[in-house]
């Protein structure tokens, strides 16, 4: 089992950045793929960025490509989002997620991750 606790979020000004945080607690966190999800009001949680249980592969949404990078630190217990050149669009609430499976069919759909932080709110401004 792992423990996530996201931090970081906040408002902002578009075109600049933020860095969200994930803090997580677990003997076998090193074991699991993390990944990053937004939710913008009335919205269905959408899939932003993935990162294997080695941090070897990162994984995108095309919206965010270019702007966004996904790195965890396991040595740390953290998993990050570094967000730049930010849009209004992505105002959201971002959640922090973990996954024991290594299934490519389920890496980007909520139903693929068992463990969810809180939330933390990002808010873009135009």
């Known amino acids: 089992q792992v423990q996530l606790v996201e931090s970081g979020g906040g408002l902002v000004q578009g075109g600049g950045s933020l860095r969200l945080s994930c803090a997580a607690s677990?003997?076998?966190?090193?074991?699991?793929?993390m990944a990053w999800f937004r939710q913008a009001p009335g919205k269905e949680r959408e899939f932003v960025a993935a990162i294997t249980w080695s941090g070897s592969s990162t994984y995108y949404a095309d919206s965010v490509k270019g702007r966004f990078t996904i790195s965890r630190d396991n040595a740390n217990n953290r998993v990050y989002l570094q967000m730049n050149s930010l849009k209004p669009d992505d105002t959201a609430v971002y959640y922090c997620?973990?996954?024991?499976?290594?299934?490519?069919?389920?890496?980007?759909?909520?139903?693929?991750?068992?463990?969810w932080g809180q939330g933390t709110q990002v808010t873009v401004s135009s």
């Open positions: 677990g003997r076998t966190f090193s074991s699991y793929r």
């Open positions: 997620a973990a996954s024991s499976s290594g299934s490519i069919t389920f890496r980007e759909i909520p139903r693929g991750y068992a463990y």
